[in-house]
Structure formats: structure tokens, C-alpha cells
T-cell receptor
């Protein structure tokens, strides 16, 4: 069965510190990979995606993610967080050829001033 | 370009009633997917429509149904509402099937009493 694991339910970092959010997936083949962010009461905003090619992908708001096939991971990183980055972050995988995402449980990010 | 719009944004219904939610995709997008978000189960895929045909369906009972119109707008219907159907229902659109990202609407918050 397809699954996505985000091991950290809640992470707190100080403003200006670096950030890494973990994501591991279980899938039959290399899926499409995504990171979304959700602010309270809002829908999901796409941060970045991986379909193929370069395993280090750049997204919006200064985020990047690295696909590691050998580890079935797609971790999200940001060198320096801002207070506005406080939100919930979701990793998702999707099969090639269908718009049917499987989401992780999410990681809630809190920023200390 | 306008984003994905969902109506209504908030809805309160009574057990046993039925409800219809509406989604208008981004102009030019032909694929619409629906997701249910609850604190306990997280984000779960309901179904996907492309060119007025249901292409994929998640693991939900038959009380959940949907359709897509020729202008790509989509509706989902839940009949015989149960308390557990209280959730945020999110609609996402993409250009088509395959290597295309999904863009999410703000969601409809359904409360069943």
C-alpha cells in the first residue's frame, strides 16, 4: 500500500534558524512528489514538486527539497526561516498518470521570535 | 488568473440530510480532485474527474458521489450525512492527468450536527 510518513508532528525553530522537515514514502515505483503548506483555515499551497530529473528542486518562498531514491525520502529544507513560515506542512506522493495524492499526516511548524 | 473557488465556504447540516458542494477549477484546467481533511484521518482522496468522467475513486462509502460538467466545474454530494462527515472538503484542479501539479481551493467547512 502506498503511504507517506512525516515523522515529526510538531517542530519548533527560532526565527533565522535553518529548517528540515522529513518525509519518507512507500510506493511501488518512483512517484511524483510534492510539498504543500497550509495556514490555519486555508487551503493547500504548493511549495514545490518533483517529477523527474535533478533530484534537488527549488520551490517558492526559499524552500528546496531533495529526492533520495535509495532512502525513499523527499525532505524539505529552508536555510533561514521567517515568522511567516509558521504553518502546517504536508508531503504528498502521486502516481504517474493520475491526480490522486496520498498525503502524510503533516508537520506543524512553530517559529520562536 | 483566478484560483480554484469553492462554494459554500461554510455549511452546517443535520444528520440524515444531504449536501452538495461546488468547485470551479482554474480556467483551462480539466482535472478536478476532491479530498476530505479531518483531524483524525488527515487528508484523504475522495475522487478525481477528468473530461466529465470519474477516473479514480478513494476508499469512501457510496454516500459520497460527484460529477463534473462540460465546463470542468465539479460538484460532490454526500447523502445521509453522519457526524463523522464533518470535515474540510478540499477541491484541487490540474491541467490534466500526468505530470501536472494540483492547485487547491480554500475548502468548504462542513459541520454535521
Amino acid at each position: 500500500a502506498q503511504s507517506v510518513t512525516q515523522p515529526d508532528i510538531h517542530i519548533t525553530v527560532s526565527e533565522g534558524a535553518s529548517l528540515e522537515l522529513r518525509c519518507n514514502y512507500s510506493y511501488g515505483a518512483t512517484p511524483y512528489l510534492f510539498w504543500y503548506v497550509q495556514s490555519p483555515g486555508q487551503g493547500l499551497q504548493l511549495l514545490l514538486k518533483y517529477f523527474s530529473g535533478d533530484t534537488l528542486v527549488q520551490g517558492i518562498k526559499g524552500f528546496e527539497a531533495e529526492f533520495k531514491r535509495s532512502q525513499s525520502s523527499f525532505n524539505l529544507r529552508k536555510p533561514s526561516v521567517h515568522w511567516s513560515d509558521a504553518a502546517e506542512y504536508f508531503c504528498a506522493v502521486g502516481p504517474r498518470g493520475a491526480q490522486k495524492l496520498v498525503f502524510g499526516q503533516g508537520t506543524r511548524l512553530t517559529i520562536n521570535p | 488568473k483566478a484560483g480554484v473557488t469553492q462554494t459554500p465556504r461554510y455549511l452546517i447540516k443535520t444528520r440524515g440530510q444531504q449536501v452538495t458542494l461546488s468547485c470551479s477549477p482554474i480556467s483551462g484546467h480539466r482535472s478536478v480532485s476532491w479530498y476530505q481533511q479531518t483531524p483524525g484521518q488527515g487528508l484523504q482522496f475522495l475522487f478525481e474527474y477528468f473530461s466529465e468522467t470519474q477516473r479514480n475513486k478513494g476508499n469512501f462509502p457510496g454516500r459520497f458521489s460527484g460529477r463534473q460538467f462540460s465546463n470542468s466545474r465539479s460538484e460532490m454530494n454526500v447523502s445521509t450525512l453522519e457526524l463523522g462527515d464533518s470535515a474540510l472538503y478540499l477541491c484541487a484542479s490540474s491541467i490534466g492527468q500526468g505530470a501536472y501539479e494540483q492547485y487547491f481551493g480554500p475548502g468548504t467547512r462542513l459541520t454535521v450536527t
